[in-house]
């Protein structure tokens, strides 16, 4: 019978390796990756700037989900916060 705890010790190591192998991007991925964090930022910084004007939660997250639209997962840009 095999010895289940040197199986679990490497199951850790395993993941650890698929997980950085999985990683791994291209030069062109990572700046298409820095664009869209860039432009996800963009529409952060502009639904604050919305909230700060007082058009209200409702009118600025409508302006969020159509600044991220195909841009990040989620409806909230790849973030949300609690209220």
């Given at each position: 019978?095999?010895n289940p705890?040197?199986?679990?010790?490497?199951?850790?190591?395993?993941?650890?390796?698929?997980?950085?192998?999985?990683?791994?991007?291209?030069?062109?991925?990572?700046?298409?990756?820095?664009?869209?964090?860039?432009?996800?930022?963009?529409?952060?910084?502009?639904?604050?700037?919305?909230?700060?004007?007082g058009k209200?939660?409702?009118?600025?997250?409508?302006?969020?989900?159509?600044?991220?639209?195909?841009?990040?997962?989620?409806?909230?840009?790849?973030?949300?916060h609690a209220?």
């Amino acid at each position: 019978m095999k010895n289940p705890f040197a199986t679990l010790a490497l199951a850790p190591l395993l993941l650890v390796a698929t997980l950085t192998q999985a990683q791994t991007h291209s030069d062109k991925e990572t700046q298409a990756d820095i664009e869209r964090h860039r432009a996800m930022a963009a529409a952060h910084e502009a639904a604050a700037k919305c909230l700060a004007s007082g058009k209200g939660q409702d009118v600025c997250m409508k302006e969020l989900q159509a600044a991220c639209k195909n841009l990040a997962i989620g409806k909230y840009c790849g973030m949300k916060h609690a209220h």
